[in-house]
T-cell receptor, first 110, second 114 residues
Framework: GQQLNQSPQSMFIQEGEDVSMNCTSSSIFNTWLWYKQDPGEGPVLLIALYKAGELTSNGRLTAQFGITRKDSFLNISASIPSDVGIYFCAGPQGAQKLVFGQGTRLTINP | DGGITQSPKYLFRKEGQNVTLSCEQNLNHDAMYWYRQDPGQGLRLIYYSQIVNDFQKGDIAEGYSVSREKKESFPLTVTSAQKNPTAFYLC?????????????FGPGTRLTVL
């Protein structure tokens, strides 16, 4: 089946730094979704992308739908402590399901 | 407020017992999903339902069962046949109106089998 590979698997940064992470697929996607999961909670949708080349922002977060349609990128500017968590990318698997990446765990040193 | 509720937040069971996890949504969503999350891993789909009285197996359905008798409810039973039931279980829903659409998650239930 389809697989999503997220990179890096974990990040340790200083507060205030910018963050970049990406997600790649073995096949073409028509939608990319980015979620954030706080410890012990369910994931929350951050950004949805529906068009190749699309660049969408949500506050300090910016996500891009790769031109090849096989990748997507998430950037966080000027990180703050509440950005800590696990970031997941997801894309459609068939017509009715989503497939998720394994996540990028973000840790911030104050 | 509209949302998805899962109860309980923490659940402990003895090995060999079946246990049912609750998932309720008041978003009027047609589709509902159950995922399993293990430490350091992504989400794996257990079962999903696109409409009342219908559901399909996901990638790791063995040892689990579900029902969808009401639109707002999608309970998951972890049976004694599930070899490694200890995990974090997440329920999600989506409107079901478009092919590729975002799913909304509940807060999760952490199941520990002793």
């Amino acid at each position: 089946g389809q697989q999503l590979n997220q990179s890096p698997q974990s990040m340790f940064i200083q507060e205030g730094e910018d963050v970049s992470m990406n997600c790649t697929s073995s096949s073409i996607f028509n939608t990319w979704l980015w979620y954030k999961q706080d410890p012990g909670e369910g994931p929350v949708l951050l950004i949805a992308l529906y068009k190749a080349g699309e660049l969408t922002s949500n506050g300090r977060l910016t996500a891009q739908f790769g031109i090849t349609r096989k990748d997507s990128f998430l950037n966080i500017s000027a990180s703050i402590p509440s950005d800590v968590g696990i970031y997941f990318c997801a894309g459609p698997q068939g017509a009715q399901k989503l497939v998720f990446g394994q996540g990028t765990r973000l840790t911030i040193n104050p | 407020d509209g949302g998805i509720t899962q109860s309980p937040k923490y659940l402990f069971r003895k090995e060999g017992q079946n246990v049912t996890l609750s998932c309720e949504q008041n978003l009027n969503h047609d589709a509902m999903y159950w995922y399993r999350q293990d430490p350091g891993q992504g989400l794996r789909l257990i079962y999903y339902s696109q409409i009342v009285n219908d559901f399909q197996k996901g990638d790791i359905a063995e040892g689990y069962s579900v029902s969808r008798e009401k639109k707002e409810s999608f309970p998951l039973t972890v049976t004694s046949a599930q070899k490694n039931p200890t995990a974090f279980y997440l329920c999600a829903s989506s409107p079901g109106q478009r092919l590729y659409e975002e799913q909304f998650f509940g807060p999760g239930t952490r199941l520990t089998v002793l």
